[in-house]
């Protein structure tokens, strides 16, 4: 399971009453995707210096995350890969 | 080769990032100060000459596309540079964070103002060197002192975070106690570092005025140990006579009670930076250290970082230098403290005996015991 928080700001379907709703999310532009040689990543905000590790499944969803995809579509894209 | 034997043949060294997380950038080789303890000047490796700003933000743009998270900008005084708003703006836009090291002579409300409102800056450093202009002025030269403090004024009314190194020579070692009340009491910072001058750049040409002896290195350090326990948490140091203290202590503790080995003890493991950043001097060459000024590993803007960062043979072989045992070394021959000792600095080391890979004799206990120190 993908850990989602506002670092990420994720916006999807059924998403928290209130937010903007959208089954395409968008990764959030401003957070920076840090790989590194093992598939695991660091997600950063330079913004407020947060930084959380993510796992390569995160990476994966992370990258999927371009508007085009549905989230539909992200879990069955995911759950093909891994 | 398995695992297993590959750890008993060649011991673990910190994990070498897939691309710097921070880098260290000389933004500029000018400066309107000239520190008589300076480190940047007066260096035969050291090529004296500024890059245009366009060069650094087509290299700032190569930084974001490789998730650099964080830069420290330095030089030379970068509050020098006329450009400096639009240098910061290429990080900015490349969604990284900075900090500036800084004399603090030269920062006024605009762009105090200008850094605040990027939300990226980690901290500008000033220095400050004295709780008095005499102190302070002595070897930075007059006027300096008012101007930094004038400095950090604005900087704290703009809410920029400010963070102060304090370098420890001959003529402020008796003025500890009054600089960090100025600095923690009169200021209210959070908290200041501290370090010496060291036996580079200009501080050569000087080191009979400004360089610390041993009885003075053993004022500093209980002067510092007795101002960490009044003022807990707020005093820190990397290098210089408090980490000395500590780190000496330490190896005291452990050989009078035969402790076994520290973990990273017995070999050149000091330095791990360059598992994590590299440095980048203001004509453009990147080294893997300021305080390795001369080991040029490719230029920006004409080797992809990556590639020198991966596959520098320079640079890996820095990176193993936590293998080299410091029983090889014919200056350790028969020191006691061998399996608790680690090197320290490889450019100090490189200054003081000409070779990387060797410990820096600065920082050697067993010297500064048979110079007539005590650790306190």
Known sequence: MVFLNTLTCVVAKRAVPGMNRTDRPIANPIVVLREEFDDWAVLFNPDTADAVGTNPVGVAVWKRMDGKRSLKEIVLEIKTQF | ?376
């Open chain 2, 1 to 376: 080769m398995s695992e297993e034997l590959k750890s008993k043949i060649e011991p673990a060294g910190p994990k070498v990032m897939r691309a710097p997380r921070k880098l260290d950038i000389d933004i500029t080789a000018r400066c309107n100060l000239r520190c008589r303890y300076c480190y940047f000047f007066s260096n035969p490796a050291v090529v004296y000459r500024d890059l245009p700003a366009e060069e650094w933000l087509k290299f700032f743009d190569e930084l974001g596309s490789l998730g650099v998270m964080d830069v420290i900008l330095a030089g030379g005084e970068p509050f020098i540079r006329e450009d400096l708003s639009t240098l910061l703006g290429g990080l900015v836009r490349n969604r990284m964070r900075f900090s500036l090291l800084s004399n603090g002579t030269l920062i006024d409300d605009e762009v105090a103002a200008f850094i605040a409102s990027t939300r990226r800056c980690e901290y500008v450093q000033v220095s400050v060197d004295g709780s008095c202009a005499e102190t302070h002025d002595s070897c930075r030269g007059k006027g300096s002192f008012d101007r930094a403090i004038r400095g950090i004024h604005t900087l704290q009314r703009h809410r920029v975070n400010v963070a102060v190194r304090v370098t420890i020579h001959r003529n402020n070692v008796n003025d500890l106690e009054n600089i960090a009340h100025l600095l923690l009491e009169e200021l209210d910072l959070p908290g200041f570092s501290t370090n010496s001058a060291g036996y580079l750049g200009t501080c050569r040409l000087n080191a009979a005025d400004v360089l610390l002896n041993i009885q003075e290195r053993q004022v500093a350090m209980a002067t510092l140990l007795r101002l960490t326990e009044k003022y807990s948490g707020r005093i820190s140091a990397s290098a210089g006579p408090l980490t000395d203290r500590r780190m000496w202590r330490r190896m005291e503790e452990a050989w009078a009670q035969g402790a076994p080995a520290f973990p990273n003890g017995g070999r050149l493991t000091a330095c791990g930076c360059p598992s994590s950043m590299i440095s980048v001097r203001a004509d453009g060459a990147i080294v893997p250290c300021s305080m390795l000024a001369h080991m040029e590993l490719g230029r920006i803007n004409q080797d992809p970082l990556l590639e020198v960062w991966q596959h520098s043979s320079a640079l890996n072989q820095l990176r193993r230098r936590h293998t080299i045992p410091l029983t090889e070394f014919e200056f350790c021959a028969e020191c006691s403290y061998i399996p608790y000792c680690t090197g320290n600095c490889p450019g100090l080391a490189y200054t003081l005996t000409g070779k990387v890979d060797h410990p820096s004799p600065d920082a050697c206990l067993r010297q500064f015991l048979e110079e007539g120190g005590t650790i306190v």
